[in-house]
């Protein structure tokens, strides 16, 4: 089982370019949430999906967008790529989004922008 | 916004010891989950209570969630290498999404 997972693994940018992190699963989940985390800042949530077609800001959603064109893919996009968004970002997806069910993560994607 | 205090940030330990670690906060949340992280990889669900006062055991992992749901605790009994890792907690407070703690880095020493 492949669960969740996350393309690329790692990236380098310059400050300015863009960029697209794919976030695919596997197991029919409706929910899927952008995370990232950073060295003493914990997990901080970015944008969320509950359904194909359906996406919600969460904590720190600005500088990303987001798409839910189909239910097993989510989009994280970088526009005008900053130093500020150098960090490791983890996608999650849930069967719904309900505190009993597990979030369940990929790997991370480890972006660095010079 | 719904902030969880873990601590302590970081703890070491000997192979054998037991130790307790602690997510706090001032809300109330509807459950509660702990996930472990290892180095490269996501975090991965350990357990999630529900109840207030509930106690549920994995092994030798022991999680207690609050009679108030405010707070929950980890204890580790006779640490193993294996048990390293970064243990998050996170809240259900509702909005669809879970609020997580920093974290408590565990290093279990051979």
């Known amino acids: 089982n492949a669960g969740v997972t996350q393309t690329p693994k790692f990236r380098v940018l310059k400050t300015g370019q863009s960029m697209t992190l794919l976030c695919a699963q596997d197991?029919?989940?409706?929910?899927m949430y952008w995370y990232r985390q950073d060295p003493g800042m914990g997990l901080r949530l970015i944008h969320y999906?509950?359904?194909?077609?359906?996406?919600a800001k969460g904590e720190v959603p600005d500088g990303y967008n987001v798409s839910r064109l189909k239910k097993q893919n989510f989009l994280l996009g970088l526009e005008s790529a900053a130093p500020s968004q150098t960090s490791v970002y983890f996608c999650?997806?849930?069967?719904?989004?309900?505190?009993?069910?597990?979030?369940?993560f990929g790997d991370g994607t480890r972006l660095s922008i010079l | 916004t719904q902030l969880l205090e873990q601590s302590p940030q970081f703890l070491s330990i000997q192979e054998g010891e037991n130790l307790t670690v602690y997510c706090n906060s001032s809300?109330?949340?509807?459950?509660l989950q702990w996930y472990r992280q290892e180095p490269g990889e996501g975090p991965v669900l350990l357990v999630t209570?529900?109840?207030?006062?509930e106690v549920k055991k994995l092994k030798r992992l022991t999680f207690q969630f609050g009679d108030a749901r405010k707070d929950s605790s980890l204890h580790i009994t006779a640490a193993q290498p294996g048990d390293t890792g970064l243990y998050l907690c996170?809240?259900?407070?509702?909005?669809?999404?879970?609020?997580f703690g920093k974290g408590n880095q565990v290093v279990v020493i051979p």
């Open positions: 999650a997806s849930s069967y719904v989004g309900l505190g009993i069910q597990p979030q369940h």
């Open positions: 197991m029919n989940h409706e929910y």
């Open positions: 999906s509950v359904g194909e077609g359906t996406t």
């Open positions: 809300s109330v949340f509807s459950s």
């Open positions: 209570v529900v109840t207030g006062g």
């Open positions: 996170a809240g259900w407070g509702g909005n669809n999404r879970l609020a």
